[in-house]
């Protein structure tokens, strides 16, 4: 396989990976921190929803990484290279990851609220990425064709 490939998508490709393989193990495999509720009072509403949380940040991460991966490449914001990667793709791997939850899993079950967890994350991760990116990545040229 090319190498360039990988120089060129690999983070996104690294962050869509954790995502698959974090919300595809066992709910008997989540680490459940218990020393936090002994630190500070958790309201009974976050700690039932503490997984659109994780998918919101989960999303957004990505949204952050592929905009990255591809503004290096000298695709701008606001194009529709940049607005497929950004919101497209990350709304699609979370569509399939909550079917596969629902019909390949045991433990887990698919949400549609996870899914809007993730398509909000995915759009908060783009606007921050419009401004962040441009800042603090730099574009390549060569090799690149």
């Known amino acids: 396989m090319n190498l360039k490939f990988f120089r060129l998508y690999g983070l996104t490709i690294v962050v869509s990976l954790f995502i698959m393989y974090t919300c595809m193990m066992s709910s008997d495999s989540i680490p459940r921190p218990s020393w936090i509720g002994n630190l500070i009072e958790v309201p009974q509403w976050l700690a039932d929803n503490i997984d659109k949380i994780v998918h919101f940040g989960y999303y957004m991460v990505l949204a952050l990484a592929a905009g990255s991966d591809f503004?290096?490449?000298?695709?701008?914001?606001?194009?529709?290279?940049?607005?497929?990667?950004?919101?497209?793709?990350?709304?699609?791997?979370?569509?399939?990851?909550e079917v596969m939850q629902e019909y390949l899993t045991v433990s887990r079950s698919g949400d549609y609220l996870d899914l809007l967890a993730d398509i909000l994350g995915a759009v908060t991760g783009y606007f921050i990425g419009k401004w962040l990116v441009p800042r603090y990545v730099k574009r390549e040229m060569a090799g690149l064709q």
């Open 71 to 97: 503004y290096r490449q000298r695709t701008d914001y606001g194009t529709k290279k940049m607005y497929m990667w950004t919101l497209l793709y990350p709304a699609l791997l979370g569509g399939i990851i």
